[in-house]
């Protein structure tokens, strides 16, 4: 018999497909990019999960991932249209695909330290340097003229994908839902993988885990690594959707905002970030358009739900059901 949650994934990914495509069919491309800007920060959030819902990991410097994945792509777009070389001679793209790669490889090689630095404490503490890490990287980019500062930097077309055109809504959209499919396979590997297991025993008694001669350190670290890799992808299709890398991707509300998505999803369920992204989303289109002080009734549902349905959304929809 079919578990219940996987009926509801099953649902909420037909829903994030049919939306476009009758939107589309109606002539009502808005409801695309609204849909595209629903599946990045169902992305974004996947990458946290890995070590929020997974490793416990409460980290408030997500936001320093997802600006830098989202400035990777405005940079390299930017001298590529320019036709300027870059530090050390390298040239600007705008194809895609090396711009994800590219994204991917920075924001692990940045998360590499501040990893290893965070990770060495925990609770509030391990919070509040995270949150500090953004900042810093948040602060040097309004100081950094050279790309826009706190102007933030423009992409002057949407960047390239080989056979497709990007620059019509549809296409994107398939491109960035696809890229949500595949971060959320990977998060399924990892939770029934060993790794994943020994991580979830991390959070739960790291003592018991390096009892076993596994060092939860390097666990919570690849994981981290993992982490913030995805969440810079996510950045770079961000600021492929509004042509625009912006210092608010780095800003602390963003990492505040990816957290609010796993809480209203369901932390370390596998579709979590995705209803949690819908919900976000759907409040802040019909709520935004009646006051601007939406999110107000937003924190009044957030406390709903941390009171009142600590699984989120999947968790009040499915029970006790297994995660599917």
């Known amino acids: 018999m079919i578990a219940r949650e996987t009926i509801i994934n099953l649902v909420l990914a037909v829903i994030l497909l049919a939306v476009p495509l009758i939107a589309i069919a109606v002539g009502e491309p808005f409801y695309v990019t609204l849909s595209t800007r629903v599946a990045i920060l169902a992305l974004a959030a996947v990458g946290l999960?890995?070590?929020?819902?997974?490793?416990?990991?409460?980290?408030?410097?997500?936001?320093?991932?997802?600006?830098?994945?989202?400035?990777?792509?405005?940079?390299?777009a930017t001298h590529a249209f320019n036709a300027e070389p870059m530090l050390f001679g390298?040239?600007?793209?705008?194809?895609?695909?090396?711009?994800?790669?590219?994204?991917l490889t920075v924001c692990g090689l940045v998360a590499l330290p501040i990893g290893a630095i965070s990770l060495r404490t925990?609770?509030?503490?391990?919070?509040?340097?995270?949150?500090?890490?953004?900042q810093m990287i948040y602060y040097f980019a309004i100081s950094w003229p050279a790309y826009g500062g706190e102007d933030?930097?423009?992409?002057?077309?949407?960047?390239?994908?080989?056979?497709?055109?990007?620059?019509?809504?549809?296409?994107?959209?398939?491109?960035?839902?696809?890229?949500?499919?595949l971060a959320m396979g990977l998060f399924a590997l990892i939770r029934g993988s060993r790794f994943g297991a020994a991580l979830q025993t991390a959070r739960q008694n790291d003592t018991r885990l390096a009892a076993v001669g596994i060092a939860p350190f390097n666990i919570r670290l690849i994981a981290f690594i993992i982490s913030a890799m995805v969440t810079g992808l996510a950045g770079a299709l961000f600021a492929d959707l509004n042509r625009f890398a912006s210092p608010s991707m780095l800003s602390w509300h963003m990492s505040g905002e990816l957290i609010v998505l796993i809480i209203l999803g369901g932390k370390g369920r596998l579709f979590g970030p995705l209803a949690g992204a819908m919900l976000y989303v759907l409040f802040e289109y019909t709520l935004g358009g009646i006051t601007e002080r939406w999110q107000f009734f937003l924190g009044l549902i957030l406390l709903g739900v941390v009171l009142f349905a600590r699984g989120g959304l999947l968790g009040l929809l499915a029970g006790k059901a297994r995660h599917g």
């Open 49 to 76: 999960n890995i070590a929020l819902g997974l490793g416990g990991l409460v980290s408030f410097g997500h936001a320093a991932f997802f600006g830098i994945g989202g400035y990777a792509a405005g940079i390299l």
């Open 90 to 103: 390298f040239e600007g793209t705008t194809s895609m695909p090396w711009i994800w790669l590219i994204a």
């Open 122 to 134: 925990s609770g509030v503490y391990f919070i509040m340097i995270t949150l500090a890490f953004a």
């Open 152 to 181: 933030g930097l423009s992409l002057s077309v949407r960047n390239s994908f080989p056979l497709i055109n990007t620059a019509k809504p549809l296409p994107f959209f398939l491109i960035c839902y696809a890229l949500l499919l």
